[in-house]
């Protein structure tokens, strides 16, 4: 069964935005606090971005106002607004649950270059 489905990377100038998608299997979506996760070659997956079931969210100091993570229960999705893109912000973008419970998606790729 798929419970991650990534979509919304794609090639960006600096300074540009993305809007990345994940759509949950709905028995996560409904039951977990969840998270963003970028990867980079070489380095350990970490997060970016988290939203509680309730609401709440948390940023990675380095995506702080740039970043915005949203959560919609009519479709079982979330969001993660990339705003000022910078070169730093390249890499593979997964989502889980915030304690990365579950397997992994094929994640999305971003690529902030000129």
């Known amino acids: 069964q798929v419970q991650f489905v990534e979509s919304g990377g794609g090639l960006v100038q600096p300074g540009g935005s993305l809007r990345l998608s994940c759509t949950v299997s709905?028995?996560?979506?409904?039951?977990?606090?969840l998270g963003w996760f970028r990867q980079e070659p070489g380095i350990q997956r970490e997060l970016v971005a988290r939203?509680?079931?309730?609401?709440?969210?948390g940023y990675a100091d380095f995506v702080k106002g740039r970043f915005t993570v949203s959560r919609d229960f009519a479709k079982n999705t979330i969001y993660l607004q990339m705003n000022s893109l910078k070169p730093s912000d390249t890499g593979v973008y997964y989502c889980?649950?915030?304690?990365?419970?579950?397997?992994w998606g094929q994640g999305t790729q971003v690529t902030v270059s000129s």
């Open positions: 889980n649950s915030e304690s990365r419970h579950f397997n």
């Open positions: 709905e028995s996560i979506f409904r039951a977990y606090n």
């Open positions: 939203i509680g079931i309730e609401g709440s969210r």
